[in-house]
């Protein structure tokens, strides 16, 4: 008989069963395919075994015997009195009751018998414009010609209709995303009651007793549109699954398959696709193109956009320096010449730079550069000739209006820098970007005194006397002066009013006491209708300064 060819242990098995049948004896089956005697009886017994009982296709597993077998009981007892035991926990117990085995064995077996945190999620659709989700997603893109970068891809979706919106962005904050807001609200026409949001900072601050603490600024924005901020419960990000799909949908047909230039191109292909695929593809969960859904129910029951849209734009404070420029995100935009050393308000919108005086008169408008660019933005316009541009001329009226020292210093300087005079009041103009004026101003008495005419000195100066501030204070200053000037005076009760009438109480409750007309009686009605002027006050009546010390009780 030829050999057989052996490969696999049941092939093995196959072979030893055919030759045996055909006159080889179990000796002369063990020289040949060199194994023992017990292996080949085996062999032929499980195969006699299987003949008698019959032949099962699906085979059953003999189940070890695990040395945690014994211990299941206890360990279900623990978890049902302790369900937040540990393993390592379970495990001590285990081995004081005679367990031997090992931890890892004992972790796959907690794995079964733990109960699952997790709760169904069960979906749950809403009517036509009453919800819509928002959601970021970052991408790493490869552009042909600015190279790779990584974008956010805004997405706003309707919850009835599923129609979609999205952009894509350089960056994600706050600013990029209430504009990105308006531009979904006019890509539909409308505005639905509410919309969700996950936890994000711009959004949500924090949670305090279940409740979310919506940020303020954001609530000013959502509010002008009518529309209502519902934040999912942390943890919960999946209540937000209508947003959360649509993504891999985005990766899959817009992002998949396609080479961009660069943002501005990803974003036009991506107002491309919404028209021509997003709206039109039947979605898997309604069965009906999204734009269908929203032209029939949703479009009419949107509520109506404002007639002038929410002013997104960022306002900040900046000082002119000496070249006639104002920094913004690295870039410097110029201003008039005029305006050297003053503090100049910025208002950026997503394509423009403003700047405007202290009176809010606009005096530059400039194209909005890259954050981050470093660019330099000039308009010839705003330059005059270079002695009217760093002379002292055009900043002399803003030094003298530091103080009464000023100007008796500004001869000084002159007289010491007559050449560069300029520059030096101009290096200590733009000192008032970190000090008070009046700080400033008692730094020139202090240089008089010992005529130290010159920037640096003042500098030192303010640095060893003075507090640094920064430029946002010159808007709580201003805020704090108007509510001065709106709220009322309060001032506080003299303390011996109430000195006067406690010491007549005590004298009423002695027992046996009666009630005289004496002159101190006859001031007690004085002393409680003073007591009752000041019912109302509140912590106020208590909590403001009295007119001796030059405080008014205000904030």
Request: with cysteine.
């Amino acid at each position: 008989m030829c050999p057989m060819l052996i490969g696999s242990r049941q092939e093995f098995e196959h072979a030893v069963i055919i030759m045996h049948n055909e006159g080889w004896s179990i000796h002369a089956l063990c020289r040949h395919f060199h194994t023992s005697r017990n292996a080949i009886r085996r062999i032929l017994r499980e195969h006699e075994n299987q003949r008698d009982k019959g032949h099962e296709a699906l085979t059953k597993k003999l189940k070890r015997v695990s040395k945690l077998d014994p211990f299941l009981p206890m360990i279900r007892n623990l978890l049902e009195k302790y369900p937040d035991i540990t393993g390592v926990r379970i495990y001590e117990e285990l081995k004081e009751a005679g367990y031997t085995g090992g931890r890892s064995i004992l972790k796959e077996k907690l794995r079964k018998l733990r109960k699952p945190k997790k709760e169904p999620v069960i979906r749950f659709e809403t009517g036509p414009a009453r919800q819509g989700q928002m959601d970021w997603s970052p991408y790493t893109i490869a552009f042909t010609r600015t190279g790779k970068k990584m974008v956010q891809c805004f997405s706003y979706i309707l919850g009835y209709s599923r129609r979609q919106y999205i952009d894509f962005v350089p960056r994600h904050d706050f600013y990029t995303l209430i504009r990105r807001h308006q531009d979904a609200f006019e890509y539909y026409g409308g505005v639905p009651i509410e919309c969700l949001y996950d936890n994000e900072k711009t959004v949500v601050l924090r949670w305090e007793c279940g409740r979310p603490v919506f940020n303020p600024a954001f609530t000013a924005f959502i509010t002008y549109y009518n529309c209502k901020p519902v934040a999912c419960r942390p943890g919960r990000a999946q209540t937000k699954g209508k947003i959360e799909s649509p993504f891999k949908y985005v990766e899959s047909n817009l992002l998949g398959g396609r080479d961009f230039q660069d943002i501005e191109d990803l974003r036009a292909t991506a107002r491309w696709w919404l028209r021509e695929k997003s709206d039109l593809h039947v979605h898997d969960t309604t069965k009906r193109p999204p734009i269908e859904l929203f032209m029939e129910r949703e479009q009419a029951a949107l509520q109506p956009l404002p007639l002038h849209p929410y002013d997104t734009a960022e306002v900040a404070l900046k000082v002119c320096d000496a070249g006639g420029f104002v920094e913004f995100e690295t870039n410097r935009y110029s201003v008039p010449s005029d305006h050297i050393a003053d503090i100049l308000s910025i208002k950026a919108t997503e394509h423009e730079i403003m700047v405007y005086t202290p009176e809010l008169e606009r005096i530059a408008v400039h194209e909005r550069q890259p954050a981050g660019a470093g660019k330099r933005v000039e308009d010839p316009a705003h330059f005059k000739t270079k002695i009217s541009r760093y002379g002292l001329e055009p900043v002399r009226e803003a030094f003298l209006e530091l103080g009464e020292a000023a100007e008796e210093f500004l001869t000084g300087l002159t007289g010491r820098h007559p050449r560069n005079c300029g520059a030096h009041a101009r290096y200590i103009l733009r000192m008032k970007e970190h000090y008070q004026s009046g700080d400033i101003h008692k730094a020139l008495e202090h240089a008089l005194r010992y005529q130290a005419f010159e920037g640096k000195a003042i500098e030192r100066i303010l640095r060893a006397k003075a507090v640094p501030r920064t430029l946002e204070s010159v808007r709580n200053e201003r805020a704090g002066r108007l509510l001065e000037r709106t709220l009322p005076r309060i001032t506080q009760w003299p303390l011996a009013e109430y000195s006067t009438l406690l010491t007549q109480e005590e004298e009423d409750e002695k027992p046996g006491s009666e009630r005289k007309d004496s002159g101190k009686n006859q001031g007690a009605p004085e002393s409680s209708e003073a007591c009752r002027d000041t019912e109302g006050l509140g912590e106020g009546a208590f909590g403001g300064g009295s007119e001796g010390d030059g405080s008014n009780g205000t904030p």
